[in-house]
């Protein structure tokens, strides 16, 4: 993140509430666990019960009912290193290896619809948005 974009008051108060109530912080390129089955949810909202879960590099993938992902004994395969995309490609939400964050790509009305309903936190990108793995020119 760029710096002027960091908030190091927050970024302190959760290390130390990760220290004083022995939370383990979420590991690097895997979809966040308290915000995983909200996230289906949401692509619930919009309609979807199925999307596809390919992994890191793009060349596999299996269909899953989106109920078959959500709880504590859900299958682990869409919470790492994955990517999560409806059938017909409207809505992808991915991660990176080495980062904290993940991306939800869909229209403007898709993410406001879940924005809307889920208050997540966040920010739209634009075509001039930078992340420092992606390519430049």
């Given at each position: ?35 995983h ?50 059938p ?12 904290h ?37």
């Amino acid at each position: 993140m760029k710096e002027e974009l960091s908030n190091r008051e927050y970024a302190d108060k959760i290390e130390s509430l990760i220290g004083s109530h022995h939370i383990l912080p979420p590991p690097e390129g895997f979809f966040s666990d308290l915000l995983h089955d909200r996230i289906l949810q949401a692509v619930q909202g919009l309609g979807y019960e199925w999307v596809w879960v390919g992994d890191e590099f793009g060349t596999a993938r299996k269909l899953y009912w989106i109920e078959d992902l959500k709880g504590p004994d859900a299958d682990v395969t869409a919470r790492h290193h994955c990517n999560v995309f409806t059938p017909d490609k409207q809505l992808l939400w991915t991660t990176h290896w080495d980062s904290h964050f993940s991306f939800l790509c869909s229209s403007k009305r898709n993410l406001d619809a879940i924005q809307k309903a889920n208050q997540f936190e966040g920010f739209f990108c634009t075509p001039l948005t930078e992340v420092y793995w992606s390519v430049r020119s």
